[in-house]
């Protein structure tokens, strides 16, 4: 009788632990799963996004503008030092001063204004510091989380940071980058015929 339940008792172990490798399996293709199509979902939204250059008046609710500055905040930054601050260009003033020192709002209802801290930014020695670098990083995260929530963005360059300082009455310490217009595409926003031009990998890509 002893026999018999010892028996029992450990068949009863190797089953349990059958089942349990079996889901542990199963979960390990599960996660495999999920990561592949991650990461092709990533791919899909990178190959989708584009700048656009026509938008509609139509206001961006502020959840998907504070989901859209927490993608900002998750950056990475050298050393973690974050030294960005982010102006959200949202009053008919403030929209007005973007369009006066840009011709390249596009129609946005809103723009972000994006500048770096040299009181934060990490130094690299005779090269400055990387908070150009650091902001460039912030607003593609920016970017692609507007995107992933149907909101269109461009980024842009062409204007005077002198000129932002003026008009936002900024502080000697912080450094005018970029600005990203934002909302909703126009009905007839379309990408750039370059858009989808992309050279072969084997031309941007070495292995060593």
């Not at 009181?119 to 670098?133: L, S, T």
Request: charged letters at 20%.
């Amino acid at each position: 009788m002893f026999m018999k339940k010892s028996f029992l008792f450990y068949a009863l172990l190797l089953a349990l632990g059958i089942s349990s490798c079996n889901g542990q399996e199963q979960q390990t293709q599960q996660s495999e799963n999920d990561t592949i199509n991650m990461n092709k979902d990533f791919l899909t939204l990178a190959a989708e996004r584009y700048s656009v250059r026509h938008f509609s008046s139509t206001p961006v609710e502020q959840e998907k503008i504070d989901k859209i500055l927490e993608a900002g905040k998750l950056a990475p930054t050298a050393v973690n030092s974050q030294p960005q601050m982010v102006f959200v260009l949202k009053s008919d003033s403030a929209v007005a001063k973007a369009n006066k020192i840009s011709p390249c709002i596009y129609g946005a209802p809103h723009a972000f204004l994006i500048c770096y801290d040299d009181k934060r930014a990490c130094q690299r020695g005779e090269q400055g510091n990387w908070g150009d670098v650091d902001c460039t990083i912030v607003l593609t995260h920016m970017m692609l989380e507007a995107w992933n929530l149907g909101v269109g963005t461009c980024m842009v360059g062409m204007f005077k940071p002198e000129d932002a300082v003026r008009e936002f009455n900024l502080p000697s310490n912080l450094h005018p980058l970029l600005l990203m217009p934002f909302g909703y595409p126009a009905e007839d926003a379309a990408p750039s015929p370059r858009h989808s031009e992309y050279r072969p990998m084997e031309e941007m890509v070495k292995e060593l």
